[in-house]
């Protein structure tokens, strides 16, 4: 087996064709994730009478599947119980990694309003501020800080756990790099083309999340002198 630098730039070429699909993958669950996981977390941190308690034993159940898993579970149902429309399996993906990040997201959030001291909302109550001013001026802008490193790590996992659409039929990053190796039957410049494409952008991305990072942690300290 002989390595080539032109079908490995070819697998380049034709993997970078496909990064908006794998951005859409990444982005719209995580979008998912730091909102429903934010509903979730509140709702467990303040104990809501129902809904907190189901949430405290679905989240760590899903959280436990693995993702490809799910993915396949619920594309049978989809499969099965429903007419196929066009994007189908797409819109399966969405909702599978969508709840995935829901689960680990919610667990993140939660551990940054724990974080937060509750002399911070005894303070609060003294000076006469409302539950949503108290959450929305003082408990949220401190919990981001405290949120942003595992939010991070969650949204590089996010773009990693695109690859496993494969499975379902979605061209990708990973499956569009492969598209070449049908003509060679040498599929090692697919695997480390799209190993390139996944480390520049998790590297790009990972570098906005530095800057974010430093931002806040400027911002926090800043408060603290104030």
């Keep these: ?117 509750k002399g911070q909302y005894e303070a609060c109550a003294s000076c006469g501020l409302t539950a949503a001013q108290t959450l929305f001026r003082i408990i949220i802008p401190q919990a981001i800080p405290v949120a942003i490193p595992s939010l991070a790590n969650n949204i590089v996992g ?13 061209v990708d990053v990973l499956n569009g790099a492969l598209l070449p190796c049908g003509d060679t039957y040498s599929y090692v410049e697919g695997y480390v083309a799209a190993a390139l494409i996944y480390w520049a952008i998790i590297a790009l991305v990972e570098q906005a999340l530095r800057l974010l990072e430093t931002f806040y942690a400027r911002y926090r300290a800043g408060g603290a002198q104030a």
């Design 1 to 117: 087996m002989t390595f080539s630098a032109f079908y490995l730039w070819q697998c380049i070429v034709s993997g970078l064709r496909y990064i908006p699909v794998t951005f859409k993958l990444s982005f719209y669950p995580i979008i998912m994730g730091i909102a429903g996981g934010t509903a979730i977390a509140l709702a467990r941190v303040f104990k809501a009478p129902v809904i907190g308690k189901l949430f405290a034993i679905s989240v760590p159940f899903y959280s436990g599947l693995p993702v490809m898993v799910a993915l396949l579970l619920f594309n049978l149902v989809y499969l099965t119980c429903f007419k196929p429309v066009p994007n189908g399996a797409l819109i399966v993906a969405y909702i599978t990694l969508g709840l995935n990040r829901i689960a680990i997201m919610s667990e993140s959030v939660r551990g940054a309003f724990l974080s937060i001291p």
């Design 158 to 170: 996010s773009i990693k756990n695109t690859a496993i659409v494969l499975v379902v039929g979605i």
